[in-house]
């Protein structure tokens, strides 16, 4: 069953305000979200501490969500700061709450 964190997402992680951004797309956005801040995966994010959830967009479709991730991709940074403070102009960390159990790990097979 899905939740309110489980949803086809368009998201946007930061290092900081106004840090590096990272944008992605997920069927899981809980998921993910964890995975980003436990460095599950060296890469970008890891490399760059982009752990704190400042944007999200839910999508209906998977392929929806994909195609706004890579529209995203190509704005400017301007563009991308404004979108983000236009919902959140604290840039609040959005998952803050998420993970009040630090043993949780996703379900397995699920992202």
Same mark, same amino acid.
């Given at each position: 069953?899905?939740?309110?964190?489980?949803?086809? &997402?368009?998201?946007?992680? +930061?290092?900081? =305000?106004?840090?590096?951004?990272?944008?992605?797309?997920?069927?899981?956005?809980? $998921?993910?979200?964890?995975?980003?801040?436990?460095?599950?995966?060296?890469?970008?994010?890891?490399?760059?501490?982009?752990?704190?959830?400042?944007?999200?967009?839910?999508? &209906?479709?998977?392929?929806? +969500?994909?195609? =706004?991730?890579?529209?995203?991709?190509?704005?400017?940074?301007?563009?991308?700061? $404004?979108?983000?403070?236009?919902?959140?102009?604290?840039?609040?960390?959005?998952?803050?709450?998420?993970?009040?159990?630090?043993?949780?790990?996703?379900?397995?097979?699920?992202?």
């Amino acid at each position: 069953m899905a939740t309110h964190r489980t949803f086809i &997402a368009t998201y946007i992680m +930061a290092s900081g =305000r106004n840090g590096t951004l990272y944008v992605g797309s997920t069927s899981n956005l809980e $998921s993910r979200v964890w995975k980003h801040r436990t460095r599950a995966f060296p890469g970008f994010t890891d490399a760059y501490d982009c752990t704190r959830l400042v944007w999200l967009e839910q999508h &209906a479709l998977m392929l929806d +969500a994909i195609r =706004r991730e890579r529209r995203i991709k190509k704005w400017l940074r301007d563009w991308k700061l $404004s979108l983000i403070e236009k919902d959140n102009p604290d840039w609040r960390d959005l998952a803050a709450d998420w993970f009040p159990d630090p043993n949780w790990t996703p379900p397995p097979g699920v992202d």
